[in-house]
């Protein structure tokens, strides 16, 4: 047997080897992010007595942290907060053993097992100060909002982003309290964002680059039967105008139909347009498809590495619901287990199955 996988705790070593304090923590199950994907996995795992560690990313609880209302998780007829229910998941996944840091990933090398996560205080910090040792890893790490990429929408101080314009209607709708506002975007996300900023805004204008919506019809015909949001087809989103005492003042547009380019003015942008998947950790070592979203083997959540798995937004271009991300959580802590069980002994094969 691996000798690590004896040593199932967090070790802080610190000395004249060690001019930085550096804790080092070995697991037979390493679970990066926590999003649903994340904390299924993280239930399961820890009910199979493996005592998995789940770390953190930037958005603990990952995107539906970041919503409203769910109303398509099954379980909850009246539906259920988002932050709420990411709450209920965490706590599951504490209450069978699982443990939660909150590290931010600067590398990893899974050039040979067990693998090696090397984590910094923040994505800003110069030194690692935690290095963990994984048996296995399960790659949860969701995906992250997409931004236009035009002039004015960069963070502040550069632009506005922060200061007018923003990719969370949840987290800044309350700014816009009796203010007109566009919502860029045609898919569910930007129906969403919409309706949620009508409780706010004066105006809620959608602005979309086509002639018909990507979103589900449901969400779309509550959008355009809304009497305080009005649409903009073909258009598109050029520039964001304001500064930094005004916030944002205008947007420049684009009508790909007529060629016309006009202005409109406005106090507050929200951007809609999807996600990306977090997985720039693995490029060049895990198999990924041109957007970057983990390829997995046929009906398992295998990667290219063995006792490597990818489940959740980060593997999932199609499907990307909350219940989904969960069931692959569910199948790679399944997947995990069971190459542990292959490959170590004093381990059961049955485990997670008779824990489920
Ligand atoms: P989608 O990929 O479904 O939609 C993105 C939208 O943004 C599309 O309309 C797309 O236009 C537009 N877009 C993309 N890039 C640009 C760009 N550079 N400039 C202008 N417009 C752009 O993403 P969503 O985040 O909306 O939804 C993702 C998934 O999550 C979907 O499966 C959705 O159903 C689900 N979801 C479900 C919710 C619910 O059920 N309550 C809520 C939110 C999301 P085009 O159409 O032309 O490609």
């Known amino acids: 047997m691996n000798s690590f996988l004896n040593s199932n705790f967090l070790l802080p070593r610190q000395g004249p080897n060690h001019p930085m304090s550096r804790t080092f923590i070995e697991r037979k ?20 007595q493996l005592e998995p560690l789940v770390i953190d990313g930037p958005q603990p609880g990952g995107q539906l942290t ?39 990933i600067d590398r990893v090398d899974l050039s040979e097992r067990p693998f090696t996560l090397y984590g910094k205080e923040s994505q800003d910090a110069e030194d690692v100060t935690t290095e963990i040792k994984a048996d296995t890893l399960i790659i949860s790490t969701g995906a992250s909002a997409k ?22 209607a949840t987290c800044d709708g309350f700014f816009f309290r009796g203010k007109p506002i566009v919502v860029v975007g045609g898919g569910d996300t930007a129906m969403e964002e919409a309706l ?38 073909n258009t598109e989103v050029t520039a964001i105008h304001g500064s930094k005492e005004t916030g944002v003042e205008s947007i420049s547009l684009f009508n790909n139909q007529t060629n016309e380019a006009s202005d409109h003015p406005t106090q507050g942008v929200f951007i809609a347009i999807g996600h990306k998947p977090n ?38 271009s199609y499907y990307r619901q909350a219940i989904t991300a969960a069931g692959t959580g569910c199948m790679a802590a399944i997947d995990a287990e069971r190459f542990l069980a292959e490959h170590e002994e004093g381990s059961d094969p049955d485990a997670v199955k008779a824990g489920a």
């Open 147 to 168: 931004w236009l990429g035009i002039p004015g929408e960069e963070p502040v101080p550069e632009g506005l982003g922060g200061n007018g314009v923003s990719a969370c």
């Open 29 to 48: 199950v390493v679970i990066l992010g926590s999003g649903p994907a994340g904390l299924t996995a993280a239930i399961y795992a820890s009910r199979a």
């Open 66 to 104: 970041i919503t409203t209302d769910v109303e398509n998780y099954p379980g909850f007829a009246k539906g259920i907060m988002g932050p709420e229910l990411m709450n209920e998941f965490r706590e599951q996944a504490l209450r069978f053993g699982t443990e939660i840091i909150n590290v931010w």
């Open 196 to 233: 949620f900023l009508t409780r706010f805004a004066s105006e809620v204008t959608v602005i979309h680059r086509r002639n018909e919506f990507r979103a589900s019809k449901i969400m779309a015909d509550r959008v355009l039967g809304h009497e305080k949001i009005k649409v903009l087809w």
């Open 279 to 316: 997985t720039e950790l693995f490029e060049g070592v895990l198999d990924m498809d041109d957007v970057g979203y983990l390829i997995t083997e046929g009906r398992t959540m295998k990667t290219n590495v063995p006792g490597v798995y990818a489940c959740g937004d980060a593997q999932d």
